[in-house]
């Protein structure tokens, strides 16, 4: 896809990349997961989707534990591969190439302070903005894309990131290392004015005050505690960089139409939302914005001028046919050559057909998150009896039979058994959970009714399929133990995320935490923490506080897998929520459709993909 030169180059780079554990101090390497000592640096033209799965219902994200303390890496590219990979890429944008993407969600924003993840935009979004680093879940690697590299200090609370030079915004501006720090202090100082993106936790951790920009390529990092996977923060939106200049024009545009309801921060993201011109101007990455409807479709086109060579796919259309469902009957019908699945129905049926897929589990992919009182509200979910009873109503293989024909992945725990960081510490903690117990459920609901509550609770969830018949379930087995319960179904754009991010008005909630490889201890942080400003639910205790900060510090898995037992061990103490499943999620793609990468969590970027003849 790039120039002869310019892929002799990043081989040769591939080689010179030192890849940076425990302390490693070479400005030269590529910063990783501090569980792989030395990884290899993946081919940085075309990162292959994962094989098609051979069968197995649910395989991990990483080989299930041999007791080895650290997974292999895979073996170091030797180059052989490499002529044949140049011979499927391109020169040029390919007159008439075209992904037809089927998403799980639409997305409202193209602001990535505005987008909410993998699901609902990221996809979309990290195709425009680009991303400072990609991450291989294979290896657990985090390496440079905007980034040139990223090096910690030996107790992961400093990290030196280097840009690469040469690039430019599409309105001319050259992209300088104090636009990062910029960016990142949107999602810090948006916290709690409408806010979609959960980051604003996890980029509270960084010590701004501190964090220096010695010169235009140079960011170094001081952070408020150690953070050893620090890194897969730059590969999620935070990591996508917004022009500071666009913004602060914008900003100061926006202050006369200001009011105490809507701040011009807002004003700032709602026109972003609808603005073509403004994104493209104010982004680098391999795509344009053409057309948006937010929450209805998404046209992308190639940019003509992209740092990293021409872009071999001309356009990218995301639409929602309206499920994972749906999504699979398209692709199969050839209406779309890629398409975001998320239900083990469908995998099962995908896996079957011999579609290529790129996916991974999800750890708390599905649960139902407790309101404990969001902006002081006087709530019933703050009386732990009350997330007892909930705990004791549900029988999660009635919601796996009801609603996923008994192919969904339950389990009680933060970490499903055969994922890389469960362990049977972490199980034994989580098995001390309340368990199935109608009886037990409808005392503790009648304990509570007798000091004046009137037994109602607000279940707000998502309609895409099989939305409704987890509601349908649940609201069965709450309603059998005493409770009288309302549910809110509706799109999760227009509903699920208004409802449980922007107005806070829900008791129950249908969500998910998806901790990934990429993602596991910014999404506990972001959801967890008492001081966070992605705390969902308002839960907070100094246990789980601590817990949290054991996590940061872990450098390898065997200290992970301690410390997210700990997390668990808090968990089934306090019930901040229900987790009922590991969910696996991913894309579907066509066979001649090559090069995809992953940029963070399943967020796909297609700017060194093409589509082979």
Not at 166 to 178: C, E, K, L, P, S
Not at 330 to 354: H, K
Not at 554 to 578: F, S
Request: hydrophobic fraction near 40%.
């Amino acid at each position: 896809m790039r120039s002869w030169l310019f892929r002799l180059l990043a081989l040769l780079m591939v080689f010179g990349l030192v890849a940076a554990a425990c302390g490693n101090d070479d400005d030269d390497g590529v910063t990783t997961g501090p569980d792989e000592p030395a990884p290899a640096q993946p081919d940085d033209d075309e990162p292959a989707p994962a094989p098609a799965d051979d069968g197995d219902d649910e395989p991990a994200p990483a080989p299930a534990d041999d007791g080895d303390d650290e997974p292999a890496p895979a073996p170091a590219d030797d180059g052989d591969e490499a002529p044949e990979e140049m011979m499927g890429a391109c020169e040029a944008t390919v007159p008439g190439t075209k992904i037809d993407y089927a998403v799980f969600s639409p997305n409202a924003n193209m602001d990535p302070t505005g987008s909410s993840g993998a699901l609902v935009g990221g996809t979309q979004i990290v195709n425009v903005w680009d991303v400072l680093m990609t991450f291989d879940p294979a290896s657990g690697v985090s390496n440079g894309q905007a980034a040139e590299s990223l090096t910690p200090n030996d107790d992961f609370t400093e990290w030196t990131l280097k840009i690469r030079s040469g690039i430019t915004y599409g309105n001319g501006d050259a992209f300088v290392a104090q636009d990062v720090v910029d960016s990142m202090l949107r999602f810090f100082d948006s916290r709690g004015d409408g806010m979609n993106n959960r980051a604003a936790g996890s980029v509270g951790l960084i010590d701004f005050d501190n964090t220096e920009v010695p010169d235009d390529s140079t960011v170094i990092f001081r952070l408020h505690r150690g953070w050893s996977t620090f890194h897969t923060l730059l590969g999620d939106e935070p990591g996508m960089i917004v022009n500071p200049r666009i913004i602060a024009q914008l900003l100061e545009e926006e202050e006369a139409n200001a009011t105490e309801e809507t701040s011009a921060a807002r004003l700032v993201r709602n026109r972003m939302a609808v603005t073509p011109e403004l994104v493209n101007a104010a982004s680098f990455g391999p795509y344009e914005v053409a057309e948006v409807e937010p929450n209805v479709r998404t046209v992308l086109r190639a940019r003509d001028n992209y740092w990293g060579g021409p872009v071999c796919i001309e356009e990218i259309e995301f639409t929602f046919p309206g499920s994972s469902t749906a999504n699979w009957e398209a692709f199969q019908a050839g209406d779309f050559n890629a398409a975001f699945l998320r239900d083990p129905r469908v995998f099962a049926d995908a896996r079957e057909a011999g579609a290529v897929l790129s996916s991974e589990d999800q750890n708390i992919g599905g649960l139902f998150l407790f309101n404990q009182g969001v902006r002081g509200a006087d709530v019933i979910g703050k009386d732990i009896r009350i997330r007892r009873a909930i705990h004791h109503a549900i029988n999660r293989d009635i919601i796996n039979e009801r609603a996923f024909e008994g192919k969904l992945k339950t389990t009680n725990a933060i970490a499903a058994e055969g994922t890389l960081l469960w362990s049977p510490e972490l199980q034994e903690c989580a098995d001390q959970e309340p368990a199935y117990d109608p009886d037990a459920a409808e005392a503790l609901v009648e304990e509570v009714k007798a000091e004046g509550w009137d037994g109602s609770l607000l279940l707000v969830h998502a309609d895409t399929d099989p939305g409704p018949e987890i509601a349908q379930a649940v609201e069965g087995m709450l309603e059998a133990a005493g409770f009288e319960v309302e549910v809110d179904l509706g799109p999760v754009t227009t509903v699920l995320i208004p409802r449980v991010i922007i107005q806070a008005d829900y008791e129950m909630a249908g969500w998910g935490f998806n901790a990934d490889g990429a993602t596991w201890v910014a999404s506990l942080n972001d959801n967890l923490l008492s001081t966070s400003g992605s705390n969902r639910m308002a839960f907070g205790h100094p246990d789980m506080d601590a817990a949290l900060g054991e996590l940061y510090g872990a450098a390898n898995v065997d200290d992970q897998r301690a410390a997210l037992a700990g997390v668990q061990c808090v968990w089934k103490d306090h019930l901040p929520a229900m987790v009922y499943s590991v969910t696996e999620e991913g894309l579907a793609l066509a066979p001649n459709v090559k090069g995809v990468q992953r940029a963070g969590a399943t967020i796909f970027l297609f700017g060194n993909a093409y589509i082979e003849n």
